[in-house]
């Protein structure tokens, strides 16, 4: 799961995900395309919000993606299309690029619609945010081992 700063969207993707499917099968890991939050616990709100869901992400600490990442893991979310332009233009090759998934894709295939970026929002941008990807994710869980 990506994002610019992995301290909003992408750590809920993350929680969201990990939890609807088997751990022991899916390793879900989330980073941000810079580093400016690299270490940093999860935006406050992002973690208010999971709470409200029964969900603790307070075990995840942003990073900064890394090229490694493409192979690393099978599927690769961008939050939103400047995130996936830039995982696109960083893949080594067609096999990279073809991981590269738009994450809103799976509710609204081709409608290339973002999930909108709550930093500078308020918490109910962030309750927006995670219904759009818990929907996401349950598509996605559900073709998951
Ligand atoms: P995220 O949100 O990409 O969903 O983690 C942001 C977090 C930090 C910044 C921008 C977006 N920032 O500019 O620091």
Redesign the pocket.
Known sequence: MV?????????LAEGILQFKVDYSKVQVDSA?M?D??AGELP?KRSIQVASENLLDITNQRARHFEISDFDKYDLIYA?DKKNQLTLLELAPNENTKNKVRLILDEVFPDEEKDVP???YDSVSAFRNVYKMLDEACEIIANKLP
Do not use: T
């Not at 994002?3 to 750590?11: A, Q, V």
């Open positions: 994002c610019l700063g992995n301290i909003c969207r992408s750590p941000g810079v400016y939050h935006d939050m970026d709550p930093y």
